[in-house]
């Protein structure tokens, strides 16, 4: 089955072309562009892998292209340089395209490289991680990591198309996988409780990568994420939802620093989400609020996502004053104060501005326990 639908993201509109084996959509819609305009930046994994991959991709070497690691590392001016340098040596036009086929690193890179090259050149995405499949490919986001903080550069510009095949995920590793199936959790936990409990009851199926579930998730992720975004687009008020746990889980990455293998954002996500639910009943200590922290540790247990620091396998773990003091200087502050999102019950979530840091300690003292 093949899910095909039109998101509407700003001004722009685009398609979503979900599925099983959806490359001959891709090469139809390629070929309406100039075979000589267009260029190819592909995650290295590719370069190596196995199986369908090389067979399907291989579409590829018919086009100028370049191979960039995946990790968090190439999120970097130097990278966005080096593209910029090959896009003009090879004088892709400003009508060409430039395709993106990686994970979220990829992603964020040739999108912010696209809306800078010539002023803005059409790109299209190539999702192959649960993240940049739930998340990080829909929305508009683009970023490049600068002085040790994420996303320090960056801007919105949406892509032509994005194009969803399920079988990437088969080369997955267990970590990387969870770590984007966190995404999805966390979006039900603010806006839809029917679909947090059926994540309660699917997860065996998850585990099994099963393919029918797995393009229910990313489909209801990729409409729920839209509904965000589309009146939203810089991030002023309702995106801001999706933000649910990300200042805490930002705020323990930014201890672990940018290339740690220690933390996965994923896995600081659901850091984040464990904190955002103890500070929701703080805050409103009613019997939905204590639901709500309750159903978080179950569900984040199902989906072996860490809700503890002692669950991240290491003896460095970080102060509550750094902690404190991280958030502090998050990006998205604002000069009142921080902005939180808080869930009043599951899929109830809201915006609420909190100058106490005695109840954003209490609520990360959850993580010590």
Not at 329 to 337: F, H, P, T
Request: hydrophobic share 35%.
């Amino acid at each position: 089955m093949v899910h095909s639908f039109e998101a509407k993201v700003g001004i722009d509109k685009f398609p979503i072309i979900i599925g099983h084996g959806i490359f001959n959509e891709l090469i139809s819609f390629i070929k309406t562009y100039n075979k000589e305009n267009i260029f190819i930046i592909c995650d290295s994994y590719f370069k190596k892998s196995k199986g369908f991959h090389n067979q399907e991709l291989s579409f590829f070497n018919e086009y100028n292209h370049v191979f960039i690691n995946g990790g968090v590392e190439s999120k970097t001016l130097p990278n966005f340089e080096k593209i910029i340098k090959i896009l003009s040596q090879n004088n892709i036009a400003r009508d060409g395209l430039l395709i993106s086929i990686g994970g979220g690193v990829i992603g964020d890179l040739c999108a912010f490289t696209a809306s800078c090259y010539q002023r803005g050149i059409d790109f299209i995405h190539i999702p192959t991680t649960t993240t940049a499949m739930i998340d990080s490919s829909i929305g508009g986001k683009t970023g490049l990591n600068f002085l040790e903080q994420v996303n320090l550069i960056g801007s919105y510009y949406n892509p032509k198309a994005i194009f969803m095949d399920l079988r990437f995920l088969d080369s997955l590793e267990k970590r990387d996988y969870y770590s984007g199936i966190c995404e999805a959790i966390k979006m039900s936990i603010t806006s839809d409780s029917n679909m947090f409990n059926r994540y309660l009851e699917v997860n065996n199926l998850v585990h099994r990568k099963d393919k029918t579930i797995l393009e229910e998730i990313i489909y209801w992720s990729s409409i729920t994420k839209l509904k965000h975004v589309t009146s939203d687009f810089k991030e002023k008020s309702t995106r801001l939802i999706l933000n649910y746990g990300h200042t805490f889980g930002q705020a323990i990455e930014t201890h672990y620093g940018l290339y740690q293998e220690k933390l996965k954002h994923g896995e600081a996500v659901a850091l984040g989400i464990t904190v955002a639910a103890k500070l929701s009943d703080l805050l409103f200590n009613t019997t939905n609020s204590k639901n709500i922290w309750e159903k978080t540790n179950e569900i984040l247990l199902k989906y072996n996502l860490p809700n503890k620091f002692k669950k991240l396998g290491t003896k460095d773990i970080p102060e509550t004053s750094q902690l404190i003091k991280n958030i502090i200087n998050d990006k998205k502050r604002i000069s009142n104060g921080n902005r939180y999102i808080i869930c009043e019950s599951i899929g109830k979530a809201d915006i609420h501005l909190i100058k106490n840091d005695e109840y954003i300690i209490k609520a990360f003292n959850c993580l010590y326990e």
